[in-house]
């Protein structure tokens, strides 16, 4: 005798969900909740938000006509219910694996997947891109972004909800997913005034939409123009967003199902009629359902491995990480210069920099999801003689590039950027990979890059940094390295200068970072000569020279796109020198690559020390 079949396995895609009756979506809820806990307990993932999204998942597929109405999710760290709910459920098993389902919407991988989203802010502008395109073609389909309230501090955000409220007959959606967190604890005005709205009593507030009243009117609401009754006037909740042109909904419970799917059903019929861009606010909890993720919705918010039954577990004795490292140097050096401040666009708990908010509350800045305003912000910061320190994912670092550009390198002004999660990031894919900061950054006047190959030159390189009157990137990757434990003190090393670290003959392998130790691994094989460069940005000629000249060829080697990277400036440096000498260039290639376990992803790509010593042999015809 076989057990019942759950309702879970009968829905494979939005078209049997919606044969479902009210009362068996709440239980298709409860077995979606448990799908997404026992899958990402055994992989790894984001959970408190996938969590908290279940509800909203099921009533969007079950009113809409999707994938012929296009959903774009936000980030997309908050889709692993509508994965499972559109023919992806039997591959959850593979999430963030080698070759597995991505943690985020990618449109290669489902037609469900409108919109391949995983960094914050863009849905709105895909989203109504999608909407005018469906009025361009003369087509009747509709458009929908889930976005956070945590990725609403963005100013893309405010871009696209400008111009999509004169777009009166865009079959638009934003639906607003209000749970007082993004990754780290959501910060500025609009959160405030978020947090005022909600204060108190919230299912009254969802029974008497619209009754709900604000304190003091945050400045972010001159986006909308106060309102006549001057600057301490008082707004409905919707005020924000209906001066923008949009017809505001909500607030509503976001895991009332029985709330949900009428609201989205009379919202269908508005866009129907074209009644202008629609606005839907819903309040949920992330991690709900799963009490210690509603306990510690940070904690969980990307856990690896753990069992369920128990609960994250601290490791015995980890390693120090980079991030960590940074922390405990930012702080020492805060506590030695008073003019250092500290700069992260929501990234706090992920950059290490928990302790310093803490210890200088004063002198920390939590912009939100907004890295534009990050850089200018450091910028006019250190025009008034502060040192400021930019903590930034180097993927995220790519969001401000005009501003690193024309208000800090073009004022040469003495910004230091911690580059975090620089090179390959592993499970969370070619997204979030930081492949591209060193040739983004070299080709830009003033800025020097430092690539520290372990823990203690991270420390170090970050104490020469901060001690320069021009602006600094120091890249480190994720997670730990080599274990060189860092020294105590806030000695530096020489700015510019690299090191031989062992003596060979024939070739000089140059690496860039923490490839350095697969390097010295190789060469012990090879008998080659390993130079640790340091400085991406300016190079040590003299070193480099050296080894041009002592050496029958030459290798670099960086976690890093060869194109426009480290070995390019080797090689550009030595054509300029009119040293010709054989160069095997070793890094990424010029692909995007997908997400997967670290180590195998070096290796698959020949940086892990086997994979050295073989691509030299077949160069050099190494016996």
């Known amino acids: 005798m076989t057990d019942k079949p759950t309702l879970l396995e009968n829905v494979h895609f939005p078209s049997d969900l919606r044969q479902l009756t009210r009362a068996q979506l709440k239980q298709l809820a409860i077995e979606l909740r448990e799908c997404i806990l026992q899958n990402v307990s055994r992989t790894g993932g984001h959970l408190s938000s996938n969590l908290g999204t279940v509800e909203l998942t099921l009533a969007l597929h079950y009113v809409f006509n999707t994938p012929e109405d296009r959903l774009v999710w936000d980030v997309g760290h908050q889709s692993y219910a509508h994965k499972i709910l559109t023919g992806r459920r039997a591959r959850m098993p593979t999430l963030r694996q080698l070759g597995g389902l991505s943690g985020f919407p990618r449109r290669a991988e489902s037609e469900y997947d409108a919109f391949g989203t995983a960094h914050s802010s863009t849905s709105i502008s895909a989203a109504l891109g999608m909407a005018l395109a469906a009025r361009q073609k003369g087509e009747v389909r509709k458009a929908v972004a889930v976005i956070g309230d945590g990725a609403m501090t963005a100013g893309m955000a405010f871009e696209a909800l400008n111009h999509a409220g004169v777009e009166r007959d865009a079959r638009l959606l934003v639906v607003l997913n209000d749970n007082d967190m993004s990754i780290s604890p959501p910060v500025g005005a609009l959160n405030r005034y978020l947090a005022q709205l909600m204060s108190g009593q919230f299912y009254a507030a969802a029974r008497n939409v619209g009754k709900t009243v604000l304190g003091p009117v945050p400045p972010l609401l001159e986006l909308a123009r106060r309102l006549e009754e001057g600057a301490k006037g008082m707004v409905t909740p919707g005020t924000l967003f209906e001066k923008f042109g949009f017809n505001y909904i909500g ?54 491995r753990f069992d369920p039954a128990v609960g994250l577990v601290a490791p015995a004795a980890p390693r120090q990480t980079f991030s960590q490292v940074f922390g405990q140097w930012l702080c020492d050096m805060a506590a030695q210069d008073e003019r250092l401040v500290g700069i992260t666009p929501a990234m706090r708990e992920g950059s290490g920099m928990v302790a310093f908010h803490q210890r200088y509350p004063a002198r920390y800045f939590d912009v939100g999801i907004a890295e534009q305003h990050a850089v200018t912000l450091a910028a006019g910061l250190a025009c ?6 930019v903590a930034i994912y180097s993927t995220f670092l790519q969001r401000a590039y005009d501003q690193l550009i024309h208000d800090v390198a073009l004022q040469n002004l003495p910004v230091v950027f911690a580059l975090d999660r620089a090179g390959l990031v592993g499970a969370d894919g070619a997204t979030h990979a930081g492949n591209y900061d060193i040739a983004f950054l070299r080709c830009i006047p003033n800025i020097s890059i430092a690539c520290p190959a372990d823990e203690r030159e991270c420390r170090q390189l970050l104490t020469c940094a901060y001690e320069q009157n021009h602006p600094v990137a120091v890249r480190y990757p994720r997670g730990a390295g080599a274990g060189a434990a860092p020294l105590p003190d806030l000695s530096a090393l020489p700015f510019g200068r690299g090191e031989t670290r062992r003596q060979g003959r024939r070739i000089a392998i140059l690496a860039f970072g923490t490839l350095l130790y697969p390097a010295l691994q190789a060469a012990e094989k090879l008998d080659a000569t390993v130079i640790n460069m340091r400085w991406a940005k300016p190079l040590d000629l003299a070193l480099l020279r050296e ?41 990424l290639p010029d692909r995007f690559i997908d997400h997967g376990d670290s180590a195998q992803l070096l290796a698959l790509h020949g940086l892990n020390a086997e994979g050295i010593e073989a691509a030299v042999r077949q160069r050099f015809a190494q016996p």
């Open 251 to 304: 607030p509503i419970d976001g895991h009332d199902l029985d709330a949900l799917i009428p609201t989205l059903e009379n919202i269908r019929s508005l866009m129907s009629a074209q009644s202008g861009p629609q606005f839907l606010h819903v309040v949920t909890k992330k991690g709900h359902g799963y009490k210690l993720a509603e306990a510690d919705p940070i904690a969980y918010h990307g856990p690896g």
């Open 547 to 587: 080894a041009a000249e002592a050496h029958e060829a030459l290798v670099t080697l960086e976690e890093g796109c060869i194109a426009g990277g480290a070995g390019s400036a080797a090689a550009e440096a030595l054509q300029a020198m009119r040293i010709t000498r054989p160069i095997l260039h070793l890094g």
């Open 384 to 389: 008034e003689g502060l040192k400021p320190v």
